[in-house]
Structures are given as structure tokens and as C-alpha cells.
């Protein structure tokens, strides 16, 4: 059975530090009193180095190793979906202006666009990502403006749940 690979990192930097310490000391040694001095330093430089390495290791290898359970817990997805509605309420906006010329075509088709590069990121949680295609789908219609909002408000419910989600 082979070691994780925080274990295997950890143990080839143990190995580097102890070299590193006994040729440390004995450099040392030798400089100040000989061969007999170089060996008792390098020694102990070394044992000094592999005990500091072995007292250490559990908090090393645990911030080596990744923690496959809470990946991107850390707010990532949060912000994705945060951003996401964002996206597609800017682009509601967009469809249905508060007045009849407020926002030009090319406005409505910049944000459109930036609303399904958002919608389409790797790191969108599957419940906000379904939220958002449904958004999407009812703002590209542009008939009815009840349904859009409905429909983004359902997504800001999906993103809600999705950060009360990553809080338990």
C-alpha cells in the first residue's frame, strides 16, 4: 500500500530539513573546533531537525492534505451564485426597462451575454444552476414580465438555499 501523497511530501521535506541540519552543523563544527566538533554538531543538527519533523507532522501532513468533504466551502460556489443572480437580474432589468428607451439593444445583448457566461460556470451548484436556466429562459422570452420576476425570484430563492446549505 503506497502513502498519501501529504505523507510522501512531507516525508521527502523531513529528509531535506535533516540533511540540510547535519550539513548545517557540521559546517559549523568543522569551522569551530574540528572534526570531532563537526560530527557532535551535524549530529545533533540532524536529530534536532528529524524531531522538530516528527513532532510536527500531523498538523503538516493535515495542511497538505485536501479535504475532500468541504471542497469549495469556503464561499467559492457562494459567490459564483451570488454573481449569477446578479447577472440575470441585471439582464431582467434589461428586458424590461422601467422606462421605454432606457436600455439600448446592444446593452440588452451585453448583458444577456454576460448572464449565460455567468449561468454557465463549472463551479455553479446544480440547484442554482437549474434555477438559472429556468431565469434565463423566461427573461429570453421577454412576453411576460410577472413570469421573469417569479422566475428570478425562485433563482434568489435557489441561491438562498444553497448558502444555508454550506453553513450546516
Known amino acids: 500500500m503506497t502513502a498519501p501523497l501529504a505523507t510522501r511530501v512531507h ?10 541540519g547535519m550539513v548545517g552543523g ?4 568543522l569551522y569551530l573546533g574540528g572534526r570531532a566538533t563537526a560530527v557532535a554538531a551535524g549530529t545533533a543538527a540532524g536529530l534536532g531537525a528529524a524531531l522538530g519533523s516528527f513532532l510536527a507532522r ?8 485536501p479535504d475532500r468533504e468541504t471542497a469549495r466551502v ?3 460556489a457562494e459567490g459564483i451564485a451570488d454573481a449569477v443572480l446578479v447577472g440575470i437580474a441585471t439582464y431582467l432589468a434589461a428586458v424590461f426597462p422601467a422606462t421605454p428607451d432606457g436600455v439600448t439593444e446592444a446593452e440588452r445583448d451585453v448583458r444577456r451575454s454576460i448572464a449565460y457566461r455567468l449561468a454557465a460556470h463549472d463551479g455553479l451548484p446544480l440547484p442554482v444552476r437549474v ?19 417569479a422566475a428570478v425570484k425562485a433563482l434568489s430563492l435557489a441561491v438562498y438555499q444553497q448558502r444555508v446549505r454550506g453553513r450546516r
Open 58 to 65: 500531523r498538523q503538516v501532513v493535515a495542511f497538505l492534505r
Open 26 to 29: 557540521a559546517s559549523a563544527g
Open 74 to 76: 469556503d464561499g467559492y
Open 11 to 20: 516525508l521527502m521535506i523531513t529528509c531535506v530539513l535533516v540533511v540540510c
Open 131 to 149: 434555477s438559472a436556466a429556468a431565469a434565463l429562459e423566461a427573461v429570453d422570452r421577454g412576453v411576460d414580465e410577472e413570469k421573469a420576476q
